[in-house]
């Protein structure tokens, strides 16, 4: 089973924290088709910030938090036993080399099928959308069963969780419903919204069965794969 992950930037404020994780996606890549995408996180939106203030216009800020997405996608290979050396910086790329990977011996578990166990990790790729939108491209390009954005928050909620304490929380989606509520989202550089108006399309398109859950205990991310979750399901 392949399965894309978009890996919120979060994760990467320390180094035991990104352990784990790595830890738990070496252990799916052994039976999972894998792929990583990385986001920016609180550095990347202080650069954007900062260069804003500078009087930088939206598609400056986004390169800038391409760039701190890459460095993030570093780190994690940094983190990795299982993956390839650098990060990909396309869609084609990345899938040509999951498929021109030598079968890995010995797959275990269920979802199993022959791949090499090598996790690919990207980044961003160019202004306009977030990181959440190249997973979904992502996914729809390698033909993905599975594409789960690993977050700080439990799911999808009709307001921040954050802000508003009485924000209701969806168990299930469908593509449609996602697309209208992330619309009214304002979509600039360093977002925080969960998933990005362009990502919801993607989604909707191609079908793909989505989940959102909250990767802050990384055996979430395995239950995920496995079926079980606690979060928002998009399907």
Do not use: W
């Not at 990104?18 to 890549?29: G, M, Q, R, S, W």
């Not at 890459?70 to 999951?98: G, M, T, V």
């Not at 033909?143 to 969780?161: F, H, Q, R």
């Amino acid at each position: 089973m392949k399965v894309v992950i978009s890996l919120g930037g979060i994760f990467f404020s320390d180094a035991e924290k990104l352990k784990k994780i790595a830890a738990v996606f070496d252990e799916l890549a052994q039976s999972y088709n894998l792929c990583v995408v990385t986001g920016g996180g609180e550095r990347a939106r202080e650069y954007i910030k900062i260069a804003r203030d500078l009087g930088a216009n939206e598609a400056l800020c986004d390169y800038l938090g391409i760039a701190l997405t890459r460095i993030n996608a570093k780190l994690l290979i940094a983190a990795l036993k299982h993956a390839y050396p650098e990060p990909f910086s396309d869609y084609k790329e990345a899938a040509l080399a999951k498929a021109h990977d030598k079968p890995l011996q010995g797959l275990r578990g269920r979802g199993a099928e022959p791949h090499s166990g090598k996790i690919a990790v990207m980044g961003g790729v160019s202004p306009g959308y977030t990181t959440d939108a190249v997973a979904a491209i992502l996914a729809e390009y390698v033909n993905a069963e599975l594409l789960l954005n690993v977050t700080s928050v439990d799911g999808i909620y009709d307001a921040d969780p954050r802000k508003y304490p009485g924000a209701r929380k969806y168990d299930k989606l469908s593509p449609k419903e996602l697309v209208a509520l992330t619309m009214k989202e304002e979509l600039k550089a360093g977002s925080r919204i969960v998933i990005d108006p362009v990502a919801a399309k993607i989604i909707e398109r191609s079908g793909i069965k989505t989940i959102v859950i909250n990767g802050s205990n990384p055996q979430n991310i395995v239950d995920a794969v496995h079926g079980k979750h606690q979060g928002t399901e998009i399907s």
